[in-house]
């Protein structure tokens, strides 16, 4: 990996913009990010040194409260010209609890602790970025929207920074054609599939008996045992019938089989719990009638009173590889990495699932890194920090469009 592409292939503004691209800037950021704990809903001390980060690049910050207690989103805007898209660079300031990954050190290559790539690292990018373009006077056609959120990591926060920027998108406080989200590894992570968690339970109308009265084929736990015989058969469907390009096929998962309290009394309500995920072209209803449907037969053939329930589901999203802020990112990773970023797509969901749903505007990924993320030894190569920051200072250049 090079930052140092041929100047034949760039013009004279990428030229400007990526020799203001200031590395020891950027580490400084990330480092000022990295020693302030930010665990989920314990935001409100990194919250205001990313707005004073903002501020010192000159720009207004939309400070928008999430709850009481100091955690907020935090929106800024280059403003462009008024006669091209508008580009949101987004990310979230909280992690993982601390764990091993605490405090955080330097190396001469790297940045260690909670935090580093997932995703402070790619924060200190983004402001990279701006202030690449902001000292290199590049002026932009469409907006440059900067934005952080609170609230992405533990489930306690259930999203709500997230959720909130969902909010002010679709009332116009901020604005967004298309959203880059600033984490994950050097590629393009352009599709995740949908998820979600699922619950089936069966109740015995009949209630507990002593087995000695119940034959055992009509024992609920063989009923039960024949639904996860055909769950596993779903599964060999899914791998034949549903492979994705870049995700590969849906899946159905079992995590959690209960029924029964005692050893010779038939159980009144057997439980499974598990996962499922599924490509786009289908939504999260769909996919829950179908598994409904499926154990509907097993629930009728033990007279068994079927119950299904979903919780944590999330819409898959797909943003297409022609997209022009895709491939003004794919460019811009190709003049300083030298290379095409790989394309990829996840059974995961993230944040972008939300997005793209919530207000409608088409979401991808790419980051500085993210191999290390919620790992006992989290770090960041500063190499990898500066790299993301030119990737991104291209991309606005490219896809917002450059001021006449
Ligand atoms: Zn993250």
Redesign the pocket.
């Known amino acids: 990996m090079s930052t140092d592409p041929s100047p034949g292939d760039l013009s004279p503004s990428q030229t400007r913009l990526l020799d203001a691209v200031d590395g020891d800037w950027i580490d400084e950021q990330a480092w000022q990010l990295l020693q302030i704990p930010s665990v989920t809903m314990d935001e409100g001390e990194v919250c205001g040194l990313f707005e004073r980060q903002l501020r010192d690049l000159g720009l207004q910050v939309d400070v928008r409260a999430v709850d009481d207690d100091g955690r907020n989103n935090l929106y800024a805007r280059i403003q462009g010209q008024g006669h091209g898209p508008t580009l949101m660079l987004n990310?979230?300031l909280d992690?993982i609890p601390l764990g091993d990954a605490w405090p955080p050190r330097q190396t001469e290559t790297q940045l260690h602790g909670r935090g580093a790539t997932?995703?402070k690292g790619g924060m200190a990018s983004m402001l990279g970025a701006a202030k690449a373009i902001l000292d290199s006077d590049t002026g932009l056609q469409g907006d440059l929207i900067l934005t952080a959120v609170v609230g992405?990591?533990e489930t306690i926060a259930r999203k709500d920074g997230p959720m909130a920027l969902i909010e002010d998108i679709r009332k116009g406080r901020v604005g967004a054609d298309r959203i880059l989200i600033v984490?994950g590894r050097d590629a393009l992570w352009v599709m995740s599939m949908g998820s979600m968690v699922f619950t089936l339970h069966l109740d015995s109308a009949r209630g507990g008996m002593h087995t000695q009265y119940v034959p055992f084929t009509d024992n609920p736990l063989r009923h039960v045992g024949d639904l996860i015989g055909a769950i596993h058969e779903l599964q060999l469907r899914l791998d034949d019938t549903t492979q994705h390009p870049l995700a590969g096929a849906e899946r159905i998962d079992l995590g959690a089989v209960h029924g029964g309290d005692y050893f010779n009394r038939t159980p009144t309500r057997c439980t499974l719990t598990g996962t499922r995920r599924w490509c786009p072209g289908r939504d999260a209803h769909q996919v829950l009638a179908e598994l409904q449907a499926l154990a509907q037969s097993f629930a009728d053939a033990g007279d068994l009173r079927l119950t299904v329930e979903m919780e944590h589901e999330r819409e898959p999203f797909e943003t297409p590889e022609g997209d022009a802020a895709v491939r003004a990112v794919s460019a811009a990773h190709a003049r300083i990495c030298g290379d095409s970023p790989e394309v990829v797509g996840m059974r995961i969901v993230?944040d972008a699932n939300l997005y793209v749903h919530g207000c409608g505007v088409p979401t991808f990924y790419y980051g500085p890194s993210?191999e290390t993320?919620h790992a006992d030894q989290e770090w960041v190569d500063r190499r990898r920090l500066r790299d993301a920051a030119a990737v991104y200072a291209l991309t606005a250049l490219d896809y917002c469009g450059q001021r006449e």
Do not use: K, V
Request: negative net charge.
């Open positions: 990310g979230h992690t997932d995703m992405h990591e984490e993230g993210n993320a």
